[in-house]
Structures are given as C-alpha cells and as structure tokens.
C-alpha cells in the first residue's frame, strides 16, 4: 500500500507562491507516474500537473502552465508543486495522486493513491 501525505497548503495573497509537497511512503520514487489536482467548492476535481514514471517528464493544465513547476526528489520520496503568481481562482482543495501507469496520466481514474488533500486560499 501506498501512502501520500500532501502538506504546504495555506492562505496567501494574489500574485505570491506557495510551494506544495507530497510525501510518497514507499521506496519506488522514480517508479511511479504522480499528479496533482484540486477541487474547489462546488465544482469537480480537475488536473493541474503530472509528471510521468522514469522519464519524468512534466505536463501541465493550460489554467496554471507557466506558474506551476511539478518536480519529484527521487532521494526524498516526494513530489512537490511549486505555485506562482496565484490567483483567486487558484484556490481549492489540492490532492497528490500516484499511479503505475506509463506516459502522461491526467484522468484521476488512472491513479491508485491519493493523499488527504491540503487546502490553498487565495485572497484577491
């Protein structure tokens, strides 16, 4: 079993960052497809970033592509989203999610583990 705990959420001002991590519980850093995606109220669950299983390449929703940077420390077993520039609209409930699927993975359906989810609030 695999366990994801997210954490660096908060509450921020428009146009500041916020950096997130998620914390992988077991040993296979590089051996996984991640993602994130965030749910605000009263809407669905959307993408925001993933980032494939050894190649580790990057794939972003256009809503935040050019102010979020996903990476992943191999060494630390933890993906990190780094969010700049924020927006009002950028605020929700945000979830890590891990998965053994190879390529780009942005449906949620594709992941097998998620974390609790941190939330991030931007105030305008």
């Known amino acids: 079993q695999v366990q994801l705990v997210e954490s660096g959420g908060g509450l921020v001002q428009a146009g500041g960052s916020l950096r997130l991590s998620c914390a992988v519980s077991?040993?296979?850093?590089?051996?996984?497809?991640a993602g994130w995606f965030r749910q605000a109220p009263g809407k669905e669950r959307e993408f925001v970033a993933t980032i494939s299983r050894s190649a580790g390449t990057t794939y972003y929703a256009d809503a935040v592509k050019g102010r979020f940077v996903m990476s992943r420390d191999n060494v630390k077993n933890t993906v990190y989203l780094q969010m700049n520039s924020l927006k009002s609209e950028d605020t929700a409930v945000y979830y890590c999610a891990a998965g053994w699927d190879y390529g780009v993975v942005t449906s949620p359906n594709r992941y097998d583990y998620w974390g609790q989810g941190t939330q991030v609030t931007v105030s305008s």
């Open positions: 077991k040993r296979t850093a590089s051996n996984y497809a």
